[in-house]
Every structure is written in C-alpha cells, then in structure tokens.
C-alpha cells in the first residue's frame, strides 16, 4: 500500500506499512545493560549483612557494573531512566532454617527486602524496577539467620539490568 500522504481518518492500522527510509523514535536501544555472575563461591557470615560480590562481568555497555570493587551497578551520567533489575544467588547448604533474606539497596540503604525459608539448596531471585538518577548505584545483600557461616553456589548466581525508559 503506497500513501502519498497520511491523513489520520484514512489510515488502516491493521494494514501492513512498508518503509524505504529511516523510522525515527520508534523504542528505545535499553541500554545501558549488564550482566554480571560469580565464578566461584563467596562465603557468607551467619547473622550479617553481607554483599553478593557478582565478580565475573559478562556484558557492560556503559562499564556501570563494577565487578572487582564495590560490586554495584552505577548509572552513568546522562542515563537516568526507569530500570529493571534482577538477581539471584544459591546457598550451597542442605541446612534448613527460616530466616534467608534477599536485599536490594540503593545508594546504600536497603529498599526492598524478601524473608524466605532456606530448605536445601534452594535458590533465591528478585527483581524490582526503579526509576534511578545518574550516580545512583544498586547492590544486591543477603542475611542469613542461620547463624553460621555457609558459602554460595557458583553455577546459580547472576545479577543484571537494563533501562526500560529515558527520563
């Protein structure tokens, strides 16, 4: 279907539409984006905050996932926007106990925190969508009620993101 000129009245949009130029803001690229994993198991102190230090960077588009360091996703300037995130790590532990928790934080205060039930080898994973600024930065913890020491599976954990919406 060829149209010389588009009037809003006569546009069928269950037709098909072939373009020969360019379409301009159509979607957005979702960037920046990352993705991130641990390679091997990190030990996780009973009864205490500890971060998950995702330490293999697979995918980074912005270089906004710090791997080595601080182990958090930082928006770069200029790339502000809604976000989804998603995480998720193992216990390598047969040990039954109740209190396991899956933390998010932000600019390093904890926004949003799941209470799960550990029952052997049970993976946990969380995903949360923010609207974030430039230099806002999100970390992904973990407390165990266990009180002792167990360490994570390697093989089950990632963390990644990509923005949703420019602002």
Do not use: W
Not at 28 to 45: C, K, L, M, R, V
Not at 75 to 100: E, M, Q, W
Request: aromatic share 14%; hydrophobic share 30%; charged share 20%.
């Amino acid at each position: 279907m060829a149209i010389d000129k588009i009037q809003s009245e006569s546009i069928n949009l269950a037709d098909n539409f072939d373009f020969t130029g360019n379409v301009t803001g159509a979607g957005e690229a979702n960037t920046p984006y990352f993705y991130a994993h641990t390679d091997d198991g990190q030990s996780i102190s009973g009864s205490t905050n500890v971060k998950i230090q995702y330490n293999t960077e697979v995918l980074d588009t912005d270089s906004a996932y710090d791997p080595s360091t601080n182990h958090r996703f930082t928006v770069p300037t200029g790339k502000g926007g809604v976000y989804f995130l998603s995480a998720c790590f193992r216990i390598h532990s047969t040990s039954d106990f109740d209190n396991c928790q899956f933390k998010f934080y932000k600019n390093g205060s904890e926004i949003v925190s799941h209470n799960l039930y550990h029952h052997h080898y049970e993976t946990r994973q969380g995903n949360i969508i923010l609207d974030l600024d430039a230099g806002d930065y999100i970390e992904v913890y973990t407390y165990l009620g266990s009180g002792e020491n167990l360490t994570t599976s390697y093989a089950s954990n990632y963390f990644y993101g990509y923005r949703i919406k420019s602002t």
